[in-house]
């Protein structure tokens, strides 16, 4: 086994631990897809070993290590983000009581940044929006 092979096999394993976490949290959720890396990772063995017209691609070691973590990276990261937004709920517009980091970058802080939006968005459909904020 390469260095580059024993690098990437050990960043795979922290990653897969990491995704594990993330999977937990978002048991159910059917919009995930724990396909994509292993579907990544076999048409680029397939572009390395046949490329395109049968011309195989002609890369180092290097390339072809980050070629294979590109899946596991772009797996882990994109489970970590649904996780963080896992407990916004947008229909939900009023303020939390004590926000912390993370939920201020969730929609519901629109009630305390944004105060006529938020009374736009919960005035019943037929009220007349107001053009200015007369609070």
């Not at 995704?19 to 076999?42: C, H, M, N, S, Y």
């Not at 049968?54 to 070691?61: K, Q």
């Amino acid at each position: 086994m390469t260095t580059y092979q024993r690098q990437v096999a050990l960043i795979v394993q922290a990653l897969a631990k990491l995704r594990d976490e993330a999977e937990q949290t978002l048991k159910g959720d059917p919009w995930q897809d724990p396909g994509i890396p292993i579907r990544f990772v076999q048409r680029i063995e397939w572009l390395l070993a046949e490329g395109v017209d049968g011309a195989s691609l002609d890369i180092y070691p290097a390339e072809a290590a980050l070629l294979v973590l590109v899946p596991f990276l772009y797996r882990s990261h994109s489970l970590q983000i649904a996780v963080r937004y896992s407990k916004v709920r947008p229909t939900r517009l009023n303020q939390e009581a004590e926000p912390t980091a993370r939920s201020r970058a969730s929609p519901t802080t629109v009630s305390s940044t944004r105060p006529i939006m938020a009374r736009e968005a919960t005035a019943p459909p037929e009220a007349p929006l107001p053009l200015v904020d007369s609070k």
